[in-house]
């Protein structure tokens, strides 16, 4: 894997304060996505042990909830090895920290990756511009189709379940106006 960047500090990403390792590497080519030149594998530098010592100096940090895996994507088949022990490596020394991840794969697609059993949320499904009812209006997700996942709730019922926030709330509940119809259509628990 090779990584294009990583942010400190970001407030975008996922829930708190966050760094987020942008990966390179994404074969879903979806139309219009953000971040055209993250698709190529080879731009960036490669992965190894300046990673965790960069997200270590964080992670150290109280203020700081977690790492999102962005890109890119961890997901994408040669980025997988790599990602798998990353993560595994932020849970076995900072376990009180979440790890957010973004694929362009559906859930159900990658349910069996190992990296599944790290994975905190995961924001799911190939952007598609026509489901974008525009800039500002979904919280985490560029298009109604993707879900944001918590993992292990999922994996605890079976049935996918969307994540909550600090206040145990419905991530989208307060501040998204399509948060209901989305969360019903994908069958999930009604709240
Ligand atoms: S999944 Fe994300 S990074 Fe990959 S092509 Fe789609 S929008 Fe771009």
Redesign the pocket.
Known sequence: MNVIKIDHNNMVNGTGMRDVIWCAG?G???VN????E??NPDIGTPYGEWVKEELAADLRRDEISGVTFS???ATFPANRKDATALMKWIKENFPMKTIWV?T?YAYEQISDLEMMNYIDVLVDG??IEELNPGRGALKWRGSRNQRVIDIKATRASGSVIWAKDFNGKYIYQNDDPLFLEDHRANNCCEK
């Open positions: 994404c879903h080519n979806c996505c953000q971040n055209k993250a698709q890109g890119g994507e973004y362009g190939p952007y």
